[in-house]
């Protein structure tokens, strides 16, 4: 005999049937939102891209990061010590649940026109899954082809647009123009039951967000007194910015970093560096941030140090003196000579 239900009861499941109902709606749209308010941003579960290989996960607080000799490591944001490290995948392009999906370096896949994507257990750092997808080698860990990929309505999505580059000294603005369409482009979902990646529309995947901007319901930000603000940078979680002014120029730590929490307005912070900026994350008054190499002139030619991942405790009065940890992280980038 099937079961019935009493008019009353009735009444009952269809109010929490529309109560449910709204409560999905109103989730979906909260996710289409790219730009999200300071009062709309919960970091205790987001992971977010510190800077291209790099992403911090706000809710576990681990950092993902490309090994200087490649593979991949995770590591603890307060300690600094590792949880896991692997050699299968080189750069983390961006988590989802219990997987985190990477690209792997060109030298290790043995298909001449595919760029490897993997699946890896966030917890572990195990490899779940190689992705077969047809993405071309020359979308490589360092530049070529746009690649993204992003979790976008609930979807883990990939997708490379070809982009129309030229090299030259200064950009000529006058004679500007948009890249050209390219069919080629591929995109795929990642299916999370199977974990295999199925081909889509490559409109599908919305291009990357913009850098956070100042909205007429922010706060305003606090005047400070001295030098003028050269720049204003939002964090990787888009909740504080910072406020740079060069306070000291030519003097070691010449730069004064003031970071504002988002929401309020109110100075966080305020700490001394030897650069203007750098992508950050903050959290209970810890800093991370990405710190680029910086050359030297030895023996007649630049020499760069090494690329890193720092933590500093927000309560010293620099960088330097209030070190935690520092990592160093694959530097990607090209400085051999320029075609001619």
Request: include cysteine; hydrophobic fraction near 40%.
């Amino acid at each position: 005999m099937q079961p019935t239900i009493s008019s009353p009861n009735l009444s009952v499941w269809l109010l929490l049937a529309m109560l449910a109902t709204s409560i999905w709606i109103g989730s979906a749209a909260w996710c289409a939102v790219p730009l999200p308010t300071a009062d709309e941003i919960d970091a205790s579960d987001r992971v977010v891209e510190l800077a291209p290989g790099i992403l911090i996960d706000s809710g576990q607080g681990i950092a993902y990061f490309m090994r200087p000799e490649g593979g991949i490591e995770a590591l603890t944001l307060w300690e600094g010590s590792t949880l896991w490290s692997s050699e299968q995948g080189d750069k983390p392009l961006v988590a989802y649940g219990d997987l985190l999906l990477t690209q792997t370096d060109l030298g290790k896949s043995e298909k001449a026109d595919t760029t490897p994507l993997l699946l890896l257990d966030r917890r572990s750092g195990e490899t779940r899954s190689t992705l077969d997808m047809q993405l071309p080698r020359s979308a490589s860990l360092s530049g070529g082809p746009e690649l993204i990929a992003r979790v976008q309505e609930g979807e883990l999505l990939v997708a490379w647009r070809p982009q129309e580059r030229r090299l030259q000294a200064l950009p000529d603005r006058s004679r500007s123009r948009p890249a050209k369409a390219d069919p080629s482009e591929r995109a795929f979902r990642i299916d999370l039951g199977s974990e295999r990646a199925i081909a889509i529309p490559s409109e599908r995947v919305s291009k990357a967000p913009k850098r956070l901007e100042r909205r007429a319901a922010d706060p305003p930000l606090p005047s400070l007194d001295g030098a003028p603000v050269i720049l204003e940078l939002p964090s990787a979680d888009q909740r504080h910015m910072l406020l740079s002014q060069r306070v000291a120029p030519g003097q070691p730590d010449e730069y004064l970093w003031t970071f504002v929490t988002r929401s309020t307005g109110e100075i966080l912070a305020e700490i001394r560096a030897d650069t203007s900026f750098a992508h950050f994350y903050i959290r209970d008054k810890r800093l991370i941030f990405e710190q680029k190499p910086a050359g030297d002139l030895v023996d007649g030619r630049v020499v760069f140090g090494p690329k890193k991942l720092i933590c500093v405790d927000l309560h010293g009065e620099s960088l330097e003196a209030a070190e935690v940890w520092a990592h160093e992280v694959r530097d990607l980038t090209y400085r051999g000579p320029l075609p001619h």
